[in-house]
């Protein structure tokens, strides 16, 4: 015959059904040459790496995530302590009830609720903050508590003796 093996080494037309490649490999004993070999195991070796990277990309954009998450809960925290500190530093224990308001900070909007509670000590309340994005007040990214009292008379003078301005919320 014509021949007795048929070796196929043009990787490019080897999956066409052409006369001069398909024809030869159903009617002889076939086998892939070492450069469509070669060829095979470097498209397995970039299978490989694209799973590989697949997984780096996905762990980065997991981190990317939890650090955006992280800034946003820092963020809130900052707010619900600093709302804290202003009620302290107001002259006056506020009275029991819900207050609640808008803010921006860090370019966002937030929103904020604080309630106010009775702690059966004379001019004492507690004070239970939380922090949210504007847009989703439902749930809370921090939250704080902190007791606050009213001035003992005397021990520091409304508007000075300690150089901190009074605050009145």
């Given at each position: 015959g014509l021949a007795d093996r048929y070796v196929d080494d043009?990787?490019?037309a080897a999956?066409?059904?052409?006369?001069?490649?398909?024809a030869l490999a159903m009617r002889l004993p076939s086998a892939a040459g070492?450069?469509?070999?070669?060829?095979?195991?470097?498209?397995?070796a970039l299978a490989i790496v694209a799973f590989g990277l697949i997984a780096v990309f996905g762990q980065l954009s997991q981190s990317a995530?939890?650090?955006g998450r992280l800034r946003d809960k820092t963020i809130a925290h900052w707010i619900a302590m600093n709302l804290l500190t202003e009620r302290r530093l107001a002259a006056q224990a506020p009275a029991s009830g819900t207050e609640s308001d808008d803010l921006d900070m860090a370019n966002t909007r937030w929103h904020y609720e604080i309630s106010f509670s009775e702690t059966g000590v004379d001019g004492m309340r507690r004070a239970d903050v939380k922090v949210a994005f504007a847009d989703e007040p439902e749930r809370p990214l921090a939250t704080a508590s902190a007791f606050l009292a009213e001035r003992t008379p005397g021990a520091i003078p409304v508007g000075g003796g300690t150089g901190w301005p009074v605050v009145d919320p």
């Open positions: 043009a990787f490019g999956h066409r059904a052409h006369a001069s490649v398909h070492r450069l469509m070999q070669r060829e095979i195991e470097v498209l397995v995530t939890a650090a």
